[in-house]
Structures are given as structure tokens and as C-alpha cells.
């Protein structure tokens, strides 16, 4: 079992930066994959970034490349999230996952929640205009 916390959300204005962290704890040698995932209340879980351990792979939904970059701290156990030119629609609850497939090679694959298999709690991000 894995436990994934994660912290860092808070009030930005838009163009500007927040950093959003997620410490996994348990079983943290399983998982390969970590995730961020935002979800707006009454639509789908939407996947935002992926980071894969085993080589470093990266993967990123459109509507955040270029202003957002996931990183891991192996040592801390931790995955970041540092988005840049944040927008009023960057607003909502980000979730960190995670997942032991090791094979996520595509890009539909990383940012599926049903590819993932623990979660933790969110952090809300909300982006003034």
C-alpha cells in the first residue's frame, strides 16, 4: 500500500506560480508512475502531468505544457508540480496519484485515472483573475 499526501495549494493570481508537492509514504518501491490529476466538480478527472521513475518520462496534457513541469525528489519520496502563467481555469482540486504498471508508454495511457491505483486527498489551487 502506498499513501500519497499532498500540499503546496493555496490562492495565486493569474500569471502567476505555485508549486504543489506530494510525499508518498508505504510502499513507495511499487509504484513507477506519479501522477497530477485536476478534477472541477461535476466533470472528469482530468490528467495534467505524469513522471515515470524508471527513466524519467515525462507526459503533460495540453492545456498545461509549457507552463507546467513535473519533477520527483526520489530521496524525499516526493513528486512536485510547478506550474507557471497560471489562468483563472487552473482553478480546482489537484490529486496526486499513483501507479505500478511500469509499461505507460502512451500518452492516453499516463493521464487515464483508471491507469492509476492510489490517490491522495488534493490540494486546491484557485487562480484569481
Known amino acids: 500500500q502506498v499513501q500519497l499526501l499532498e500540499s503546496g495549494g493555496g490562492s495565486v493570481q493569474a500569471g502567476g506560480s505555485l508549486r504543489v508537492s506530494c510525499a508518498a509514504s508505504?510502499?513507495?518501491?511499487?509504484?513507477?508512475?506519479m501522477a497530477w490529476f485536476r478534477q472541477v466538480p461535476g466533470k472528469e478527472r482530468e490528467g495534467v502531468a505524469v513522471?515515470?521513475?524508471?527513466?524519467?518520462?515525462?507526459f503533460y496534457a495540453d492545456s498545461v505544457k509549457g507552463r507546467s513541469t513535473i519533477s520527483q525528489d526520489n530521496a524525499k519520496k516526493s513528486t512536485y508540480l510547478q506550474m507557471n502563467s497560471q489562468k483563472p481555469e487552473d482553478t480546482t482540486m489537484y490529486y496526486c496519484?499513483?501507479?505500478?504498471?511500469?509499461?505507460?508508454?502512451?500518452?492516453?495511457?499516463?493521464?487515464?485515472?483508471?491507469?492509476?491505483?492510489?490517490w491522495g486527498q488534493g490540494t486546491q489551487v484557485t487562480v484569481s483573475s
Open positions: 496519484a499513483a501507479s505500478e504498471w511500469w509499461d505507460m508508454s502512451t500518452i492516453q495511457q499516463a493521464l487515464r485515472p483508471t491507469s492509476y491505483h492510489y
Open positions: 508505504g510502499d513507495t518501491n511499487s509504484p513507477n508512475c
Open positions: 513522471i515515470c521513475s524508471d527513466d524519467g518520462r515525462t
